[in-house]
């Protein structure tokens, strides 16, 4: 199972620092599309989910790592899957889930 992100952001001011953050720590490619002109909601939470467990535990301890904090340890869960939530430097709250496959 891949592994897939399509955040929807919004900054106050620091957003090419921290999507440049985002690809070193995810790789990948990285269009970016402002929408200051347009207003909308707060920031919002982005999940990271998909079958790869490794990968996935790897991003949630780069997003940790240098200033962030784990408000919830990636681990088992009650409902099986393995889940973190962390914070990241940025006040970003990044949601992480690793589904298990069913029995």
Known sequence: M?????????FSGDA???TGSYRWVLGG????MTLGDAGGPDRVSPSLSGG??????RWFEALAAD?????????RQVW??????????????????AATPAV
């Not at 891949?2 to 919004?10: I, S």
């Not at 790869?52 to 535990?57: G, K, S």
């Not at 099986?80 to 889930?97: H, M």
Request: hydrophobic share 45%; proline share 4%.
């Open 52 to 57: 790869d467990q490794q990968t996935l535990a």
């Open 29 to 32: 490619h990285l269009a970016v």
């Open 2 to 10: 891949a592994v897939r992100l399509d955040p929807y952001l919004h």
């Open 16 to 18: 090419r620092e921290a």
């Open 80 to 97: 099986g899957d393995v889940f973190g939530q962390v914070t990241d430097r940025f006040g970003i709250r990044w949601l992480v889930d």
């Open 67 to 75: 200033g962030g904090t784990v408000d919830v340890p990636f681990g």
